[in-house]
């Protein structure tokens, strides 16, 4: 059907019209009755479907002049309408000829029926087709109809009059209190509205701004171009575009900031009204300054840290690559590889197959894996060390999954490895050789030991040792290892055929007394045998002259497998080698019985009183300003005397023995003073509490249990007196007859040990009192466990919370951790202490989730003594029970991870297995390195408060914690940082991303009852 519909709402006209058409119908339209009336008599049309209410001609009016037209009559003619709807009006619809009388609104289905109703209904002859006239009580009710209905509109239209003036009234509201500097301006561009936050922005008064020229306020210029009028700004502003950042406004003292603004237009019946919406955008754009700051920060520690990237499709193809991953692989940025096959193809042969199946690993089994190969850039083999991040799957049902590559250049970091590792083995070998020379005391014995441990501890591949000898020219194979016996026999024949007149680099080396290098024995002809040399496994060597008394007696030469192994800084070491061995030579050479006798006590093998005193003397003349204290020590046995007298002398002798071995195996520096009197030294930085200590271990272990003499067993205890250097003495002489006077003290108060000076006696006896209320406190159950909220940055709500732990005890309150945590270090009460606080934690939080609070994660810090523990592990595992370890998670400190790194990553593995969770705590403050962090089982880095708080003191302090962030982020680590204090810094923080976040400004540690309420109360923390 072709329907004409009539509404003077534009609205009303374009929805009935959509959904007609909707249901296949053609629509023609008109906007009122005297439109209608001219488009039926030249369209035809199936119906008509009318408002009531319009302009000009309405519709009731409309379908009495439809039903006076012969041509129309027969018409459909549907009256659709929303205000008139009483009885009367119905009634006139159908005096005026109406098939329906529908209100809106109505189903469109409703309407098509209608109109196919009335076409299937017989309509008789056109209404007074003879007299121009209706009838007067239809035009009667007509006229009453349309005078009730124009009353209506009026009293519609007071009450439309007073909700303007209502709206404008809050429209002048909201202008004025609007934060937003609101100006408008009329077509001379004259300010004819600037409202409070235009004043207060430009430094105005609204009043004296009123019909001022724009200009004075604002340069109405856009980017570069030149002046606008505002009617061109405002075209501009409907094309969806803003006067550009660039723009620049001025206050009234005439300083000058930058604006964002947007522009209307308004017309009205005096002409265009122009209005500008305005921001200052000053500190934004500053703001914006300092994150492309911050991101130009990261870029330079991505360079420096050797960083670079690529992202690879499911399909193994590269789709993007930073800049730097081009430059790793020394190739222009349009040239690197399009695929990993292409990529593969760049990897040294002997990692290519284990690298293709590692990445294709990674994108069929969304596995994080990192791996190290060699890379062919530019023409040289760089070591990359590669991490492999899953993204997400990709769309279309693919079987794999893109992935991220992280790509480091670490050649640099391997050579220093391999120079470290080539130089502790040199180091070890100089241990091993000074360990051999403590120990042996026959020459043979030493060169051939000596070589040995050249060899197994050092990794070269042969070292000998000849002496010179006149019957052996040149020199005498005495030692040697590396190579079968018949290697050196053969070169030993060799040398005895060249005899005396010897040259090469051995005789320079044993005529010239210093030490000869060879870094390339292939291709150096002063080498004797050198293919033979080459074809055992010797690239390179050195011969070191042995040199005593200004005479050559022999000469070390150690072969390595490496070419041009030897350069300074080897040889040094290898000088030191040669002058320990040396010196060894000369002291067995010397050493004779008397000059033993001299130094030694005969019975039990000890030094003297004056060797004791000689040591003294050394150390103190070689100690620096910064050298650790040094404590003299003066022992001697209780009850001795009875012992000689019970048992008899030959008893108390060999009595004496087994003391002096307990003694020395404890200290070696142990030397017999008197009949029952021993001295030691102690070295180290130690309080007086820990000094006590000390002394107590040593009387344990060494009078902890019984001597056996002779089949007897018999039980002695000792005294200990002690001066400490510098206090008690400065010279060896008075440091001993100190501690020998504190030793006299002890005798006379029965203590078991006394310092010399009175006051270290009293530190000590403090001391263990404290720890023995220490002890109660564990026995009494006073520690208590408070919890500091860790807060998720987006949203503030509470994620987990670090358990802090405190001491209720009953004098003194609430004791803080720094009072107490050294003393349960010192005295090891901290692996008891530690293991509750972890029972408890795990508690406490089992507990919330009984009482139906969001699970949380428990954070407990970790002693290097619990950590030491060989069976700790096994107790996460008891303390987490059947529940799991998900709730628990370790915070470890930087340098207690990085002390034993093979150790600790075994350690994290096992309890990464029980799904604990492992932060380092302090980052930043220790000495790890990237390279072992990647490596290290670990969930989360804790940013230490000192960067927290540097982060608003300068750039460099924000661009740290950016790079720390970044860097964890791309490694698949959370980041928590600790000690936030002020909104300031929690923004920040926010801003570069990070997960997690402790400190005052969100909450205080507070008890477990406070924590639970905060979880209950289930509302964010203050934000960011």
Known sequence: MKLLIVDDHDINLRVLRAQLEAEGQQVVEAVDGVEALEILRRVPVDGVISDILMPRMDGYRLCMEVRRDPALAALPFILYTSTYNSPSDRKLAESVGADAYIAKPAPCGRLIDAVMAAGKTPRPPAIDAIEPEQPAPLMKQYSEVLIRKLEEKGLELERTHEGLVESRARLSGLIASAMDAIIAVDERQDIVLFNAAAGEMFGCDPEHAMGRPIGDFISMRSGRASALPLAALAREAQRGRTLGREVQAMRADGTTFSIEAKISRLPTSQGDVFTLFIRDVTERLKAEAALAESAAGLKRAQDLAQLSHAIVDAEGLVESGSESFAQLLGMERRSHPRSI????????????ARVAELMSKARKEAKRLHFEYRLNSGGKWRNIKHIIEPLEKTPGGSAGIRTFNTLQDITAQKKIEKRILRLNRVYAVLSGINSLIVRVRDREELFRQACRIVVETGGFSKAWI????????????????GAEDAFFEDLQQRLQTIGPEIGGVLGRALSGKRPVVCNDIANDVRVLARKKLVASGSSALALLPLVLEDATIGILSIHSPIVGFFDDTEMQLMLKLADDISFALDHLMKSDRIRYLAHHDSLTGLPNR???????????????????????????LIRFRRVNETFGRKEGDELLRMVATRLHAQDPSVARLGPDLFGLQLEGRHTATELAREFERLSERCFGEPFVVFGEEIRIGCRIGAAVFPGDGVDAENLLLNAEEALRRAKNTLLPYVFYAPKMNAT?????GFESKLRRAMERDEFVLHYQPKVGLVGGRICGAEALIRWQNPEKGLIPPADFISVLEETGLIRAVGRWAVERAIADR??????????????VNVSPLQLNQPDFVAQIASAVGEAGGGALELEITENVIMDDIDRTIGMLDALRRLDVSVAVDDFGTGYSSLSYIAKLPITSLKIDRTFVAGMTDGPQGF???????????????KVTAEGVETREQAQMLLLLKCDEAQGYHFSRPVPAAEFARMLSLSAPLPQA
């Open 341 to 352: 096959a292409e990529w593969v193809r760049l990897v040294h042969p002997d990692d290519r």
């Open 466 to 481: 000849g002496v010179v000898d006149e019957t052996c020219a040149p020199v005498r194979i005495v030692g040697w290892a």
């Open 610 to 636: 004056l060797a004791f005193l000689d040591a003294l003397a050394r150390r103190l003349a070689d100690r620096g300003r910064d050298a650790p204290d040094l404590v003299v020590m003066s022992l001697d």
């Open 764 to 768: 000590a006896a403090q001391a263990f």
């Open 846 to 859: 089992n507990g919330w989730l009984r009482a139906g609070f969001d699970p949380v994660r428990i954070a």
């Open 959 to 973: 661009i740290m914690v950016s790079s720390i962030i970044a860097l964890a982020h791309a490694l698949g680590i």
